[in-house]
């Protein structure tokens, strides 16, 4: 598998689509569950597409999305990512994101739950 520098995000439906055109306008890559088609998909599927896109995968869900990393470490495809984020305001959240964006490779998210 290739080595990739920079994070691209995969942003679950609980994530408001704004913070995906103030990435791009930073210049990263970032998905939303409305692009990908998966609106209304369950989290396995969720993070299954995240997985597939090697994206990781950007949630409000932290239960569920902690319960699937647990699940995912145990198993032998590794995911890319998961960022749990608490609710705040758009731009809040993009300045707590690009802490992450900016000082972290795709290459050790693998595997990582982050919270911010």
């Known amino acids: 598998m290739s080595s990739q520098l920079f994070i691209e995000l995969y942003?679950?439906?609980?994530?408001?689509?704004?913070?995906?055109?103030?990435?791009?306008?930073?210049?990263?890559?970032?998905?939303?569950?409305?692009?990908?088609?998966?609106?209304?998909?369950?989290d396995d599927k969720q993070l299954a597409h995240a997985m597939s896109e090697r994206k990781a995968l950007l949630t409000h869900n932290r239960r569920d999305f902690e319960r699937l990393?647990?699940?995912?470490?145990?198993a032998t495809q590794k995911h890319h990512g998961i960022i749990i984020a608490a609710r705040h305001d758009v731009h809040e959240l993009?300045?707590?994101?690009?802490?992450?964006?900016?000082?972290?490779t795709a290459?050790?998210?693998e595997n990582q739950v982050r919270y911010i």
């Open 11 to 42: 942003l679950d439906e609980d994530v408001d689509v704004l913070l995906v055109k103030l990435l791009r306008a930073r210049g990263f890559v970032a998905v939303t569950t409305q692009e990908a088609g998966l609106l209304g998909s369950t």
């Open 69 to 74: 990393a647990t699940a995912s470490s145990t």
């Open 107 to 109: 290459d050790e998210m």
């Open 94 to 104: 993009v300045r707590r994101l690009l802490l992450v964006l900016n000082h972290t």
